[in-house]
């Protein structure tokens, strides 16, 4: 499976989704803010297939955190969560880095899936007009 860097600054959001994602088998590593993440991305040099990050957070937001990442690992997928409009905004620019925002809250499986879309590839529009579609 994936190696996934969590960055998370509240304790239960960062828990439960990284619980989730090591029961998907996947290899977790949690960091609490921008900062320590962009610490943990240097110490491990980029060593991780994809970044989930929520966007407000203290020290290095989750926009800093995605720029410092994408500049300098390029391979490493990008995913930014937010629970705010206004963040989800700031995002719309940095399509050419990032796979995607989730909005929290989120449900346990949308998180699985929208990990295991960017995991594999798979075009974020396309992705959301697929499963309205199969909704509607």
Not at 12 to 30: I, P, Q
């Amino acid at each position: 499976m994936a190696r996934i860097l969590i960055a998370e600054d509240d304790d239960s959001v960062r828990a439960f989704v990284a619980r989730a994602l090591a029961h998907a088998g996947h290899e977790v590593v949690e960091a609490e803010d921008g900062g320590l993440a962009s610490e943990v991305m240097q110490a491990e040099n980029g060593r991780f297939d994809l970044l989930l990050s929520d966007i407000k957070m203290p020290v290095m937001d989750g926009i800093g955190l995605a720029l410092d990442v994408a500049s300098r690992w390029p391979d490493v997928t990008i995913v930014l969560m937010t629970g705010f409009a206004d963040q989800r905004e700031r995002a719309h620019g940095l399509e050419a880095l990032i796979y995607d925002v989730i909005a929290k809250p989120f449900t346990l499986q949308q998180m699985l899936d929208k990990v295991d879309d960017a995991l594999n590839g798979r075009p974020a529009e396309i992705v959301s007009l697929a499963r309205q579609a199969l909704s509607g």
